[in-house]
């Protein structure tokens, strides 16, 4: 097992403990929150972060674990700190219109030009893009669907995907977006 620091707001508030189980690792951060608020801990490592969840309580002592497989924490590198970030009103609703050429990858580039109402944002390390979702239409982005998130924003359903630095479709929990 290792301990590393947990940070928030750039001040430790705890410790994220490492156990690696065979192909698994379990995370679990413990930690006193500032402030009543709704927070989300992260791990961080030299290859990028790693979202663990939010917490049912919103301050003080709280102790919080989560599962990965191997495959699901290669890209973190080493791991460095844990951090717990605030969710703040303002984080969960930047959406925007994502931009023609949002993406390099020639494939996901031709199949977002056929959709309209795509909008976009950042979560952490991860770009996220929601298409708007209907039953009674094509599922967006078929070849993916196995990584979309159904999800309300501003009244209307989005299937939403998250994708990581190189552009690869990865599974991102949306609970709390």
Sequence with gaps: MEKLPLLCKGRPVGELLVTREGEDTLFTANAVLPEKDMWCFWVVGRGGTLRLGCPEEPEGEV?????????????LGSVLRGEARSVSQRERSAWEAAPKGL??????????????????RRWGNVRLIALPFSPEKPFPLTSLFCF?????????????????GKEWPIFQSLENL
């Design 148 to 164: 979309a998130n159904i999800r309300v924003l501003n009244g209307k359903k989005y299937a939403i995907f998250a994708f990581d």
């Design 103 to 120: 993406f390099r990858s020639p494939g996901l580039r031709q199949e977002l030009s056929q959709e309209q109402g795509v909008l976009t």
């Design 63 to 75: 102790c919080f674990s989560r599962r990965f497989s191997s495959r699901m924490t290669l890209s």
